[in-house]
């Protein structure tokens, strides 16, 4: 009787340092773990960017201009009409380019290629790129989000 | 002077019991056979590890980590400071030298199935070995700031974002933040100069530890041979010296690779730019970037490049416990299912490998 007295008050106790114990390593790991992951920047929310002159952009020629902290496309076509997308590649976040000789927006990293409409055609990409919505006030191109 | 030696000698022996040590050591011997040649693989990584650690300290002195001083210190390594070139040169071809001895050493000791009873550890703790010098060489990559290196980060971190539910959160972890930016930078620098040396050290530590108690592995044919048939050299000094000879070649061909074909730095990362034509990883990693490159978007309702990490870290899982499913060869009957599958891995490898190059 006093053994078994002895031993459930031993293992009571072993049950007391154990969660102890657990609770230790918890108080330790946790505030580690939380600073690891970064702090949420707040950015402003970029609704529509002023991205050149009409005159800056030959016809047939794609340039890259930052959207926000996102890279953007915007291409001339050769009839002279302007188009924007978002120039990260809905495969694995590279930044792509206007292919002259392609007459097509490619992805160097993983040769994933997009029509003029921004559709993935060839390659790995899975989405479309995101268009943006071209607006030429007078001389100016400004480019905007949609919605 | 040798009674002088041999006070200070005694001096040791009495504190601190060193006498069965050197018995121990002058007693160690290595197997002779035709396969001995693969012995020196596991050398050779050390040797090229403690020349990382020893350049990597050097750049450490005038390396600044950070978007605006990365990619300049380094060109200011390279340019201004004496022998610059030739360390950094050095740290970059050592480092592939070192993955490739690893991954030498790696098969060598998976054919002439050298991970059998007793050695599961040994394999296991090389095998973690091999995963974080990878991790090395991934981190390592990016700390010039340059284009290549620029994209490849993005590219192979992007690549954690497809796994499901925790993936996006992990992937922050890893860049410092949603895009690969100073923040990255600098959490790269801080794995690859303080965390993973750390840990690696620890590991190759245990690693040779179980070596030193165990000795070294004898092919299973060569076991069965009767005991006049089997030929050791001592360790100390006949393979040692054998080392250091090795060693010494090793050193050469280093600094005849970091003289004649000096590493490039390359442009300036600029998140801004498109990424270049012809990017690509180290081609330690040519093999599984291909392997993506290959994968149709979708594979089974799951996203391609998920479907490709799953594959690679189950692979490497079942790989990593061969010891423990390989129970014919502990048995001492022949294995040769292991003797394929080490066998389909090396060509996929090199296949992917060789396709990587030619196909861009």
């Not at chain 2, 040779?208 to 006049?228: A, D, H, R, T, Y």
């Amino acid at each position: 009787m006093v053994q078994e007295h002895r031993s459930s008050r031993r293992n009571f106790l072993n049950y007391i340092l154990g969660f102890g114990f657990l609770g230790w390593i918890i108080s330790v790991l946790y505030p580690i773990i939380r600073y690891i992951i970064p702090p949420k920047i707040p950015e402003a929310k970029v609704k529509s960017v002023k991205v050149g002159k009409v005159g800056d952009f030959n016809p047939g020629t794609g340039t890259i201009f930052k959207f926000g902290n996102k890279p953007g496309i915007l291409i001339r076509l050769e009839t002279g009409e302007f188009r924007a997308f978002s120039a990260v590649c809905t495969h694995l976040d590279c930044t792509v380019q206007y292919r002259e000789d392609m007459k097509a927006i490619w992805c160097a990293c993983h040769n994933g290629v997009y029509d003029l409409n921004g559709r993935n055609i060839s390659g790995p990409p899975p989405r479309p790129l995101e268009a943006f919505r071209v607006i030429v006030r007078g001389d100016e191109i400004y480019v905007s989000k949609e919605g | 002077m040798a009674k002088f030696g041999e006070r200070l000698f005694n001096w040791f022996d009495e504190r601190y019991k060193i006498r069965g040590f050197i018995e121990f050591m002058s007693h160690k011997s290595v197997p002779q056979h035709r396969h001995s040649i693969w012995y020196y693989f596991g050398g050779v990584s050390l040797f090229l590890f403690i020349i990382q650690v020893v350049t990597g300290i050097l750049l450490l002195l005038y390396y600044r980590v950070g978007e605006d001083s990365s990619y300049e210190s380094v060109q200011f390594i390279v340019s201004k400071v004496k022998f610059g070139w030739l360390i950094r040169s050095i740290h970059s071809w050592s480092a592939n030298l070192m993955i490739l001895a690893v991954f030498i050493h790696m098969f060598s000791v998976y054919f002439t199935k050298a991970y059998r009873k007793p050695r599961e550890l040994t394999w296991v703790t090389g095998f973690l070995l091999l995963i974080l010098s990878l991790t090395f060489g991934f981190s390592g990559y990016l700390l010039p700031w340059n284009e290549l290196a620029f994209f490849a980060t993005k590219v192979g971190t992007e690549i954690i974002g497809s796994i499901p539910v925790i993936g996006k959160e992990l992937l922050i972890i890893v860049r410092g933040g949603e895009d690969v930016t100073g923040a990255t930078l600098s959490r790269f620098f801080g794995l690859h100069v303080a965390i993973l040396p750390g840990i690696f050290t620890v590991i190759l530590f245990i690693h040779l530890l179980f070596v030193q108690i165990q000795g070294m592995s004898e092919p299973p044919e060569w076991e069965k041979l009767p005991p006049e048939k089997r030929k050791y050299i001592p360790f100390f000094p006949n393979f040692l010296l054998r080392d250091l000879l090795l060693w010494l070649i090793i050193l050469n061909i280093l600094a005849v690779l970091a003289v004649f074909f000096p590493w490039d730095l390359g442009k300036k990362a600029d998140p801004f730019a498109p990424a270049p034509a012809g990017i690509k990883p180290e081609w330690y990693f040519l093999f599984m970037y291909q392997t993506l490159k290959l994968l149709p978007p979708k594979v089974l309702f799951i996203e391609g490049e998920f479907f490709g990490v799953l594959i690679f870290t189950v692979a490497g899982i079942l790989w990593m416990l061969v010891p423990f499913w390989d129970v014919k060869t502990e048995k001492g009957y022949r294995n040769r299912l292991i003797n394929y599958i080490g066998l389909f891995v090396l060509i996929y490898m090199i296949t992917m490998t060789i396709l990587g190059y030619a196909l861009s």
